[in-house]
């Protein structure tokens, strides 16, 4: 059903541009001559994003019979559990709300269930351009980006990175486009000043929660809105701000999309019900609930008497770093694996910067004769940079602490050291 849904599209736009990367444009019809010609996939497609051989692997998967997994350019091939049941489209290799890195897997029409709903509700257009600074390899990306792409004839501009001048850059270069970030990248680029008179027509925030200061900042500066998006990998778009002006309450995340309804289960946590659910984990949990359309996240929240969906916490375990998902247990794992330390513990803690949301922080053990420069060189041969702690205990008193008390010290020698440094600076200008 995907590929006879891209077959679709790649003939009705065949003359239209589908990835523009630099200077250079593929065609929906140039994308389709590659598929075609792409050796057969006989086992699940490990589809690496980047450049336009990222959409080549996920159609050529589809059209084999075969599941893809989208990752990052330089991660290493994820490793699953257990083999996807067989009617798998999409494997989704997240770190997983709870901290633990784990698989989703998603059939053909979980996927385009999602890949409708989020396009229909947003009002995406083979007309207008998205920009792809997220990544694709991730859900938000790939729901957002690529799903509309490949099912809707929606183009893609990729950045590299989303610098305020690429950006600016970009802008230059259309009438019209849409802009799916997260909140880290839409403070950068309102310092920046390249927002206003920009060429946007609709803008998009997701990932991490969108502080209200910067979403009324954005607004009376430029008159731009930027609107909130809610999902989560097990199934994709939940909920959407439509309104036109600033929200009142940073708890408010938007309405329910249609055909998904947003409810209040066990614990407290936000309930899903939906078409685009996923099948099921690779590696399930004693507290999970995806089944037979239903998901219960880890997020807390409930929804109002006029139909907002409010988020008031998490019981997850990841690290949400600016949009980021970081697993703890795979940070702890390679921090370990540099043979520098005896213990670690891996854990997040609020950030300063509130589109950064949380930081990572990690309480080690070092073995004897290692230093923390050492060990501090030596990850960033395992780990990408935002993924390398930026905050460091050494010692072995804090071990009795648990997880409350461990954030509790590192904010709290935070704040001594950024007084420390405010003295320092406030002397040396004496």
């Known amino acids: 059903m995907l590929y006879l849904r891209w077959l679709e599209t790649s003939r009705r736009f065949a003359h239209r541009a589908a990835i523009l990367d630099g200077d250079g444009v593929t065609t929906f019809g140039g994308l389709a001559a590659a598929v075609e010609s792409a050796p057969k996939a006989l086992a699940p497609v490990v589809a690496r994003s980047g450049d336009p051989r990222f959409f080549v692997d996920i159609l050529r998967a589809w059209r084999d019979g075969m599941a893809v997994i989208p990752v990052e350019r330089d991660a290493p091939d994820p490793v699953l ?3 996807p049941p067989a009617a ?6 997240t770190p997983g709300a709870s901290g633990i890195p ?7 029409m979980q996927v385009i269930a999602d890949a409708d709903r989020i396009t229909a509700a947003m009002g995406l257009s083979p007309d207008v351009p998205n920009l792809a600074v997220v990544s694709l390899a991730h859900s938000y990306g790939f729901c957002n980006v690529v799903l509309p792409l490949l099912l809707h004839g929606v183009p893609a501009r ?3 990175l989303p610098f305020p001048r690429l950006v600016e850059n970009a802008f230059r270069q259309h009438e019209a486009v849409v802009l799916p970030a997260v909140p880290s990248m839409w403070r950068a680029w309102q310092r920046a000043g390249v927002l206003t008179d920009s060429p946007l027509r609709l803008a998009i925030s997701a990932g991490a929660p969108l502080a209200l200061d910067l979403e009324q900042r954005v607004f009376e500066e430029t008159g731009l809105k930027i609107h909130n ?3 989560a ?4 778009g939940i909920a959407f701000d439509p309104t036109d002006t600033p929200r009142e309450s940073a708890s408010i995340v938007g309405i329910p999309l249609p055909g998904v309804t947003v409810d209040t289960g066990r614990d407290g946590r936000l309930r899903v019900t939906s078409d685009a659910v996923a099948t099921g984990y690779d590696a399930p949990r004693g507290d999970d609930l995806l089944e037979n359309g239903v998901y219960l996240t880890r997020d807390l929240g409930f929804t109002d008497a006029g139909g907002f969906v409010h988020l008031t916490g998490t019981t997850g375990g990841a690290i949400n770093v600016a949009g980021r998902k970081i697993s703890p247990a795979k940070v702890e794992a390679a921090i370990m694996a540099t043979g520098q330390v005896l213990r670690v513990k891996v854990l997040g803690i609020p950030s300063a910067d509130p589109e950064r949301f949380e930081e990572i922080a990690a309480l080690a053990e070092l073995a004897d004769g290692v230093s923390p420069a050492v060990l501090k060189s030596a990850l960033t041969e395992r780990l990408p940079l935002w993924e390398i702690p930026r905050q460091w205990r050494f010692g072995t008193q804090e071990w009795k602490l ?7 010290m590192f904010l709290t020698r935070k704040e001594n050291g950024n007084h420390e440094r405010d003295e320092s600076s406030r002397k040396s200008k004496s």
Do not use: M, V, W
């Open 229 to 231: 998006f809610y999902g």
């Open 88 to 93: 798998t489209r999409l494997i989704k290799h």
């Open 102 to 108: 784990r698989a989703i897997f998603l059939n053909d």
């Open 158 to 160: 990729l950045l590299p």
């Open 81 to 83: 559990r257990r083999p």
């Open 402 to 408: 648990d997880a409350a008390e461990l954030r509790q």
């Open 233 to 236: 990998s097990e199934c994709g």
